[in-house]
């Protein structure tokens, strides 16, 4: 049974009901050891704010050593970053407000959850895992879709629980995704910086923020200038670590071609390119095509996707193929119940899972899902990603 370690009794049923299950109690840390050694399957540990710092973190360090799978809580009466920093190098998953019982709960399942798909120890070899794919949405003009495209998509892949999904917004000075789907932006992506050189899957897990269960959000940062602290090999790393995490990896990005933006791209198993049938942003998109030709991304990668089709507008599906010399594959349909969905919060596909808007999404999901994994194509550098050919 889990373990909550704390001398203050006052705290101990509401911090065990928040826990969830059989709970044991300990005053001490030593304790806890000698519970932990008794019960080699045990997972997950929950430290109160009265228990040492210095203590808790050298309690976490040596566990993560000899058993991977166990996840510490740890309980502060207040967040502070510094708290943070080392808690995360520590290898603690979540480090949480005492007070807050559901931030507490939330937080137990999902170490529960990690535990599940972490060896119990270290000296049996993990057996070989088949990694997750990545799909990128991207367009290089503002407003065509992409965080209601990638929020969408990835509650698809999500298919109600039968795969495990990772949502991350990469546009770090503007992202949505926290506020389309109302959730609250505790930890970000900025905060796997104290990671950087040492991210593994028990500190990744600590940066997600649950939606429901088996679909997950690594979401932007929301403090201006800490976009820019970011460098692009932490996303790479970021990017190999959730491969190993889940089974499909969406990413939302800004309007732009950046360094982030080709990192991911690298990596990404899917290109989901999104246009609307504008004259503007259609030129974009041949832009967009011409870049990733002359980088050299293969073109089976590409999803084409127009956006908020409308005959109305004068432009058609076979228009849009003239004009950017590609096949579209997915047709989404204009509708006001996409933007009433945003407004509620609800994706659409969750909303009104018969909606034609909604069998866009699924059609574009299916593609994915048939989808084969690729080989990342050569390593790039520079600030527009100039390669660097092999052979």
């Known amino acids: 049974m889990a373990i909550l370690c704390t001398k203050t009794k006052a705290v101990i049923p509401p911090l065990a009901g928040a826990m969830g299950g059989e709970v044991s ?4 840390l030593v304790e806890a050891e000698r519970l932990l050694a008794s019960d080699p399957l045990e997972t997950l540990v929950v430290i109160g704010s009265d228990v040492d710092l210095t203590e808790a973190l050298d309690f976490t360090s040596t566990q993560r050593l000899v058993r991977p799978a166990l996840g510490v809580v740890l309980l502060r ?37 990690l535990s599940r798909f972490t060896p119990a120890s270290v000296t049996i070899p993990a057996q070989q895992s088949i990694e997750g794919k990545v799909a990128v949405v991207f367009a290089t003009k503002g407003g065509c879709g992409k965080t209601t495209t990638a929020t969408n998509l990835a509650v698809c892949l999500h298919a ?52 429901r269960q088996g679909l997950d959000c690594v979401l932007a940062p929301v403090e201006p200038g800490d976009s820019e602290q970011i460098p692009a090999s932490l996303i790479t790393n970021v990017l190999r670590v959730l491969r190993r995490m889940f089974d499909y990896v969406v990413i939302d990005t800004p309007p732009q071609f950046n360094e982030h933006v080709l990192a991911v791209l690298d990596e990404a198993d899917h290109h989901i390119l999104l ?49 950017v010399k590609t096949n579209v ?10 933007p009433a969905s945003i407004n509620r919060g609800v994706p659409i596909t969750i909303e009104k899972a018969d909606h034609p808007v909604s069998m866009a999404f699924r059609e574009m999901a299916a593609r994915i899902l048939a989808g084969a994994r690729h080989e990342p194509p050569a390593t790039r550098r520079g600030l527009f990603g100039l390669r660097k050919w092999s052979g």
């Not at 949480?96 to 170490?111: I, N, Q, T």
């Not at 109600?160 to 932006?185: E, K």
């Not at 349909?333 to 996409?338: E, I, Q, R, T, Y």
């Open 275 to 323: 246009t609307t049938p504008d004259v503007p942003t259609l030129k974009n998109l041949r832009l967009t095509i011409d870049m990733l030709d002359m980088l050299s991304y293969a073109r089976d990668r590409r999803t084409i996707v127009l956006n908020r089709e409308d005959p109305r507008v004068g432009l058609t599906a076979a228009d849009v193929e003239s004009v």
């Open 160 to 211: 109600g629980g039968a795969n495990r999904v990772c949502l991350v917004d990469l546009d770090l000075a503007f992202g949505d995704v926290a506020i389309s789907l109302q959730l609250t932006p505790v930890r970000t992506l900025v905060d796997a910086m104290a990671m950087d050189g040492q991210l593994d899957e028990t500190g990744m897990s600590g940066l997600l923020t649950r939606y």
């Open 25 to 28: 109690h300990v005053d001490d």
């Open 329 to 338: 594959a997915v047709r989404v349909p204009a509708s006001l119940a996409v």
């Open 77 to 113: 009466e207040q967040l502070e970053v510094t708290v943070l920093a080392l808690a995360i190098r520590a290898g603690v998953r979540e480090v949480v407000p005492e007070s807050d019982l559901d931030v507490l709960a939330e937080s137990c399942l999902r170490s529960r959850d």
